[in-house]
């Protein structure tokens, strides 16, 4: 017998009290209880209970305790199960549990089934509360522990429990070794903690801790509280939350659960108050199996669609996108998703549409899904997939085959994302006009005015353009309308737009009568566009003669003035004119005038058209009342030979020749040659512009007569007009002028032979009136003279020329009607000219003049000229002109030389006996019987230079001179 046993041998163990009292006498050992233990039950068992008991209530080292159960494990079943009884009657479970907790993981789990477990196998549940609230207490001092920093230390020397706060061991062992216990007892820990479901939280958080500092896992954790159900859930994970643990903690642990303890713990998260976006950042970053089930089990506890979405929205795409995936999975339609997002703010509802479109939903798909809900969620969709970046094509592609109030709403989606009409038109142009028209149809049932759309497709390719503008027209959109719109627009623009309605049927009339009322800047926009357009002026012009539009009309100005503006020339308008007549031709000039417009355009256009326009400018111009002197002004700088077409025009109109002549009258040859060359064509005679071209002074005639002749006029032509058409009114001016400007005698000469004979005398002495360089007779002259003419000449008003005058005014006109370059003396009126070339010294003293014979002949034609007037001249030139010997009346030539003297110093000459002296004319001259006019006025002049030959040079009696005789008295006796 033991100690104990010896002890207690005396004493009732029905009497806890004094058994109680006597253990704390006896100085015991701990190996000693547990075989004290054993000897009672073998006396009897019940008093091994009491004994029990009285351990329980009266050991105060925890090492004890550990020692008694350490030693108990070693007993029979039936021995534990006493001393576990005995511990359980003294209330004392706890003190078991705590004892398990030190007994090495074998003897622990033994005693713990022992404790756990009736005889019959079933679970005793006051002893689970016991190990449970051993649990909740250890955990309640680790917490405390933690909140106070301290570490758990296994050194420490504290208790769990006041009852074992002697207990050195590690509380996280002892935890463990009760946790391992239990569940080997039990088999799973949801058995164990069944009955803490109605603790407060405060208490199974301290359980919870334990069970964590166990190592049991927030999985076991969860796992567990699901078998008793929703609170215990809701408890568990509050106390997980509670002792410190992560929410993601959580949510990764319970995502391990099968499907129903997964809603189950997130049903409780949710009570918890815990928000949606906690899980839902959790699941941004998982798998897409992991977020299918978080959506799956979202839906099942209750949660919206638009909540899950819109508090996936804060993360990622790619949870939105799974979620949404996963919500299609789950039986969710689009239609029912669609609908939801679209409610709720922010960028939602775009990154469901591109979530859809990204897992593989067509757009038109989301749009058939969608129609029968509602138009304003198409418009939405279209809205929403246009801003990720939906091209254009694929919602062409589907309004092409919508219905027009689909299409309209899609069209509304659109203009809201951004997009424009124009490139609409454009991606939906392969669908045909009728795809066309719809976009169009759709923008004017959305409140888009013509302009605006016409704004909006400004840009577009021409064709596209087109089918724009025929698409409104057919939607009814007028013509009026559109064309009062252009008003918007640039003149580019408006350009492009009316060349587009032109082409598909607009007619000119149409709009341009749209705006006949317009503002003048409305009508010029839209002229210029019909020009850009058509081209010429003429379908504008036609407009208004259509419309009867009075040529005076403000509307005619206006018109004129607005395609001004927009050619900036006047040549199409011109152009017209000048087909229409001259009334148009008139009224469109005016109108320029009117309008600002500088006459120089008008001329420079005539200019370059030709002779017709400048001809009509002409006419207008004088019709006008405008400056006829500007025109000739600027096409004499710009265009000299517009100026004889301008210069008709003037004066078919009645246009004064004087004030023309006027102007041209300081003007260079070739200006007066176009403006004579106008004059002629208007039937102004030479005559006329002689008359009044001498009006004026300087070099007027002189230009005048050059330009004429630069026209082809010839001196006939001109002595015409001067000699028969003026009466020799002018002829001095004229042939004097003719001089100045070079015309050659021989010309001059034979154009008034030409016109008329009788004039050449005339013009003759007028060109030899010219001359300045000539002398008086000397006196020895005047003797010869006298010797034949006696007083019949004015011998002091008689004077020989003595300047070169070779090839020039007489002896010009000599070679040019002889035919002989041998120039003869010759006499124009009272001068006796010659050719220096053939002149002599008739006095030694340097003076030049004509051998003494030739001197008598020449003096006969002074006393012609006297007598006759200038037509004796006339009548010497015809004599040599129709007489190849008009100086020989009849006298032998070639028989024989004669010498003679020649001047007044002795010098003699050998010539021609016959044409010296006259020989063998005598027969002649007797049968003329003494009439002087039956010889040529050259032969008259022969005859008395024979008379002087035979009676002075000779000295031959009067015999021999005679038949001379009667012709010298004639002379001398002329009247």
């Known amino acids: 017998m033991n100690k104990i046993s010896r002890a207690l041998a005396d004493i009732s163990l029905d009497n806890r009290v004094n058994v109680v009292k006597k253990l704390k006498q006896i100085n015991f050992n701990a190996v000693d209880l547990t075989p004290a233990l054993r000897e009672t039950y073998k006396n009897k068992p019940e008093n091994a209970v009491k004994l029990a008991e009285a351990y329980a209530v009266t050991l105060q080292d925890p090492k004890q305790h550990r020692e008694v159960f350490q030693q108990a494990a070693l007993l029979p079943k039936e021995e534990r199960m006493v001393l576990i009884q005995g511990y359980r009657n003294a209330g004392e479970g706890r003190g078991i549990v705590h004892a398990i907790s030190q007994l090495p993981r074998q003897h622990g789990r033994l005693i713990m089934r022992d404790f756990v477990l009736k005889k019959n196998g079933k679970k005793d549940k006051d002893a689970l509360l016991d190990v449970m609230i051993w649990l909740r207490d250890s955990g309640h001092e680790i917490r405390k522990m933690e909140a106070a920093n301290q570490p758990i230390n296994p050194e420490t020397d504290s208790a769990v429990v006041e009852f074992f706060e002697d207990v050195a061991d590690a509380i996280s062992d002892a935890v463990t070794a009760v946790v391992d216990a239990i569940v080997d007892a039990v088999e799973s820990l949801a058995q164990a903690i069944v009955d803490v479901a109605n603790w407060i939280a405060e208490e199974v958080a301290d359980l919870v801790r334990a069970l964590i500092e166990a190592g049991k896992t927030i999985f076991e954790l969860l796992e567990a509280a699901v078998v008793t159900g929703y609170q215990l859930v809701k408890k568990i994970v509050k106390a997980i939350e509670d002792i410190?643990?992560?929410?993601?903690?959580?949510?990764?642990?319970?995502?391990?659960?099968?499907?129903?303890?997964?809603?189950?713990?997130?049903?409780?998260?949710?009570?918890?108050?815990?928000?949606?976006?906690?899980?839902?950042?959790?699941?941004?970053t998982k798998t897409y199996d992991i977020?299918?089930?978080?959506?799956?089990?979202?839906?099942?506890?209750?949660?919206s669609i638009g909540n899950i979405l819109s508090q996936a929205l804060q993360f990622t795409y790619t949870l939105i996108r799974n979620s949404v995936k996963a919500l299609l999975e789950v039986g969710k339609t689009i239609l029912e998703i669609l609908e939801a997002a679209v409610t709720r703010p922010g960028d939602l509802f775009n990154q469901v549409v591109r979530s859809m479109r990204d897992l593989?939903?067509?757009?038109?798909?989301?749009?058939?899904e969608v129609v029968d809900a509602g138009a304003d969620l198409v418009k939405e969709i279209a809205e929403a997939a246009a801003e990720i970046g939906t091209t254009l094509v694929e919602f062409t592609t589907y309004i092409a085959n919508a219905a027009i109030d689909i299409a309209t709403k899609i069209v509304d989606g659109l203009l809201k994302a951004g997009k424009l009409i124009i490139d609409m038109v454009v991606e939906i142009a392969s669908h045909g006009l009728e795809a066309i028209k719809k976009v169009v149809d759709a923008a004017f049932r959305l409140g888009q005015t013509l302009i605006t759309l016409l704004r909006d497709v400004a840009a577009i390719a021409f064709d596209l353009l087109k089918s724009v503008v025929k698409a409104a027209f057919e939607l009814g959109k007028t013509i009026a309308e559109f064309t009062l719109s252009m008003v918007e627009f640039t003149y580019r623009t408006a350009a492009r737009f009316i060349e587009a309605a032109l082409e598909v049927g607009a007619a000119v009339t149409e709009i341009l009568e749209a705006v006949a009322t317009a503002s003048y800047y409305v009508l010029r926009k839209i002229i210029n566009g019909v020009l850009q357009a058509l081209g010429p002026v003429g379908d504008i012009f036609e407009w208004l003669l259509d419309r009867g539009e009075a040529l005076a009309s403000k509307l005619w100005r206006e018109t004129v003035l607005a395609i001004r503006y927009v050619k900036r020339s006047v040549t199409e308008v011109m152009d017209w004119a000048m087909q229409q007549g001259q009334a148009f031709f008139d009224r469109m000039l005016e109108i320029f005038e009117d309008i600002g417009t500088a006459i120089s355009d008008v001329i420079d256009w005539a200019a370059a058209v030709g002779d017709a326009a400048l001809e009509a400018l002409g006419e207008a111009t004088v019709k006008l009342g405008n400056s006829v002197s500007y025109v000739l002004n600027y096409l004499q700088k710009d265009f000299l030979p517009g100026l004889a077409k301008f210069v008709k025009g003037v004066l078919d109109v009645g246009y004064e020749i004087a004030k023309l002549a006027a102007w041209m009258a300081s003007r260079s040859v070739a200006i007066v040659a176009e403006i004579t060359k106008g004059a002629l064509e208007a039937g102004v005679t030479l005559a006329t512009l002689i008359t009044e071209t001498i009006k004026h002074p300087n070099q007027a005639l002189e230009n005048f007569l050059q330009a004429i002749d630069s026209l082809g006029q010839t001196l006939n032509d001109l002595y015409q007009a001067v000699i028969v058409d003026t009466g020799?009114?002018?002829?001095?001016?004229?042939?004097?002028?003719?001089?100045?400007?070079?015309?050659?005698?021989?010309?001059?000469?034979?154009?008034?032979?030409?016109?008329?004979?009788?004039?050449?005398?005339?013009?003759?002495?007028?060109?030899?009136?010219?001359?300045?360089?000539?002398?008086?007779?000397?006196?020895?002259?005047?003797?010869d003279a006298r010797e034949v003419y006696d007083d019949?000449?004015?011998?002091?008003?008689?004077?020989?020329?003595?300047?070169?005058?070779?090839?020039?005014?007489?002896?010009?006109?000599?070679?040019?009607?002889?035919?002989?370059?041998?120039?003869?003396?010759?006499v124009t009126s009272n001068i006796i000219n010659f050719d220096l070339d053939d002149a002599i010294d008739i006095d030694g003293t340097g003076t030049l003049g004509v051998p003494r014979h030739t001197l008598?002949?020449?003096?006969?034609?002074?006393?012609?000229?006297?007598?006759?007037?200038?037509?004796?001249?006339?009548?010497?030139?015809?004599?040599?002109?129709?007489?190849d010997d008009a100086y020989n009346y009849g006298y032998d030539e070639g028989v024989s030389n004669t010498s003679i003297t020649i001047d007044y110093v002795g010098g003699t000459d050998s010539l021609d006996t016959g044409r010296v002296t006259g020989e063998g004319g005598q027969a002649e001259l007797n049968a003329a019987g003494g009439d002087i006019d039956t010889f040529n006025r050259e032969a008259q002049g022969q005859i008395a230079m024979h008379y002087f030959v035979r009676k002075i040079l000779l000295n031959q009696p009067a015999a021999n001179y005679q038949p001379w005789q009667p012709y010298i008295d004639a002379i001398r006796n002329a009247a």
């Open 244 to 284: 410190g643990k992560a929410m993601a903690d959580v949510l990764e642990a319970a995502f391990n659960l099968a499907k129903d303890a997964l809603v189950t713990v997130l049903k409780a998260i949710d009570q918890l108050s815990r928000t949606l976006g906690e899980l839902l950042e959790w699941l941004a």
């Open 856 to 883: 008598i002949h020449e003096l006969c034609h002074v006393w012609q000229n006297e007598v006759e007037g200038p037509f004796y001249l006339s009548q010497a030139i015809h004599a040599q002109v129709v007489n």
């Open 728 to 783: 020799e009114q002018f002829i001095e001016e004229v042939t004097l002028t003719l001089r100045n400007i070079g015309r050659a005698v021989i010309d001059i000469l034979n154009a008034v032979v030409e016109v008329a004979a009788g004039a050449l005398g005339t013009v003759i002495g007028i060109l030899m009136a010219t001359l300045s360089s000539y002398r008086p007779l000397s006196d020895n002259e005047k003797a």
């Open 792 to 826: 019949a000449i004015d011998l002091d008003d008689t004077y020989i020329a003595v300047e070169s005058l070779a090839n020039d005014i007489i002896f010009g006109i000599q070679d040019f009607f002889t035919g002989n370059p041998q120039s003869r003396a010759f």
């Open 291 to 303: 977020v299918k089930r978080g959506v799956e089990a979202l839906i099942e506890i209750g949660k």
């Open 360 to 368: 593989g939903n067509s757009l038109a798909e989301l749009f058939d």
